[in-house]
């Protein structure tokens, strides 16, 4: 409970310090600029990390690979996001304090998704999930094997987990398992493909 306050109030102060750093920097960029730059960072990675699914078969089974190049990709265009705004700065000559929340703005824009695409990447590399005949073997910075010989329904969580759920006859039964697939950069449409793979699996 104590964590999960001083995350409401660290997202507060993020997103006022990001009001504040907007508000003063509208009259440098321009309207017209800002709101393309963040449009454009907001689609290119949300069309990036939803539009392309990861499955494939192989002689072992069904296997989820998230692909890492969308990843890059969206990192080359903040990082044209970030050098575009930076050339604006320095040909408009801004100085002073409007120079600082000028350069707090590209940082937000353009620096922070590259860092948190870095930091998902290296976290996450080399995650995979596969459906095999016996259950489910995944690599979450190691590998792991888990039975559905007693499996009896998936359901996904809201941090984007898949929730194994057991007969309750099974000595599995009382404690759900947990596939950690969100910290496997699954996206929607890998997550929802699997659900619908792990349910198939059991209804055969």
Excluded at 112 to 121: E, G, Q, S, V
Aim: charged share 20%; glycine share 6%; hydrophobic share 45%.
């Amino acid at each position: 409970m104590r964590m999960k306050r001083i995350g409401c109030i660290l997202l507060v102060l993020f997103v006022a310090v990001a009001g504040f750093v907007v508000y003063t920097v509208w009259s440098i960029f321009g309207w017209q600029t800002m709101l393309a730059s963040m449009i454009i960072s907001l689609i290119s990675g949300t069309f990036l990390y939803q539009s392309f699914g990861s499955r494939k078969t192989d002689s072992e089974g069904i296997i989820y690979n998230p692909k890492e190049w969308p990843k890059y990709l969206y990192m080359l265009i903040s990082l044209a996001i970030f050098f575009y705004l930076y050339r604006i700065l320095h040909i408009r000559a801004v100085t002073g304090k409007s120079y600082i929340f000028g350069i707090l703005y590209i940082v937000l824009v353009g620096l922070i998704p590259i860092l948190l695409c870095l930091y998902h990447l290296f976290r996450n590399r080399n995650d995979y999930v596969r459906i095999t005949e016996s259950g489910i073997e995944y690599n979450d910075n190691g590998k792991h094997n888990v039975s559905l010989e007693s499996a009896k329904s998936f359901d996904l969580l809201l941090n984007g987990d898949i929730e194994i759920s057991f007969d309750e006859g099974e000595k599995q039964g009382k404690i759900p398992f947990i596939l950690p697939t969100s910290r496997m950069n699954f996206n929607r449409r890998d997550l929802r493909d699997l659900i619908a793979d792990l349910r198939s699996r059991i209804e055969e």
